[in-house]
């Protein structure tokens, strides 16, 4: 265990609804990754936060946002949902901005309906 | 721009034969490199990490893996699987020296025949 935790394991959404999913982030780490791992694919970097402040994107829609509180604790919320949403959603702990061993938590399955 | 290929999408093995998991990479920086296993309900783990020290890099459970710039490969190998061998592994690139912002492969999954 690595004690990254994520909240909930599952969520099945309608499309074009809302949805925010939730991470804790091991003790100490001021770094949150977010992925996106479609079935049967590797996880695709959506955004890091570093101290609060996004820190880098990947090439997600700006529909794709999030929030790192005081805490370390994170957010990812995705507006209009579509289809391809479907996927587990995965983040990461780490210690520096410039990085550190990631720590993954064991994801939120979201199902877009 | 970074990428990273994995050769091949499934690999069947027996127990306590050799395992290879091939990986090629792309990458314009001095790359980092990594190798995480991902079993069936649990979080991403990492194996081990190459971060130019030595060519050879010794991970967890065994496993090892050998960085070779002239191929831009990074194979994965073990002497000898185990039936807990059994999960999804993903060859990992970064361009920070820390890890950060990873780009993964798309994923070898591993199945060891008793």
């Known amino acids: 265990e690595t004690g990254v935790t994520q909240s909930p394991t599952h969520l099945i959404k309608t499309r074009g609804q809302q949805v925010t999913l939730r991470c804790s982030s091991q003790?100490?780490?001021?770094?949150v990754s977010w992925y996106q791992q479609a079935l049967g694919q590797g996880p695709q970097f959506i955004f890091q936060?570093?101290?609060?402040?996004?820190?880098g994107r990947g090439n997600f829609p700006p529909r794709f946002s999030g929030l790192q509180f005081p805490n370390y604790s994170s957010e990812l919320n995705v507006n209009a949902l579509e289809l391809d949403d479907s996927a587990l959603y995965l983040c990461?702990?780490?210690?520096?901005?410039?990085?550190?061993?990631?720590?993954f938590g064991p994801g939120t399955r979201l199902t877009v309906l | 721009a970074q990428s990273v290929t994995q050769l091949d999408s499934h690999v069947s093995v027996s127990e306590g034969t050799p395992v290879l998991l091939r990986c090629n990479y792309s990458?314009?920086?001095?790359?980092?490199l990594f190798w995480y296993v991902q079993h069936p309900n649990k979080g991403l783990q990492l194996l081990l990490k190459?971060?130019?020290?030595?060519?050879l890099v010794k991970g967890i459970n065994g496993f090892e893996a050998e960085f070779k710039k002239s191929e831009t490969s990074f194979h994965l190998t073990k002497p000898s699987a185990h039936m807990s061998d059994a999960a999804e592994y993903f060859c990992?690139?970064?361009?920070?020296?820390?890890?950060?912002?990873?780009?993964f492969g798309g994923g070898t999954r591993l199945m060891v025949k008793p």
């Open positions: 990461a702990s780490s210690l520096e901005g410039e990085g550190d061993e990631q720590f």
């Open positions: 003790s100490g780490h001021n770094t």
């Open positions: 936060y570093y101290r609060e402040e996004e820190n």
């Open positions: 990458s314009s920086y001095s790359p980092s």
């Open positions: 190459y971060t130019s020290a030595a060519t």
């Open positions: 990992v690139v970064s361009p920070y020296d820390a890890g950060n912002m990873l780009t």
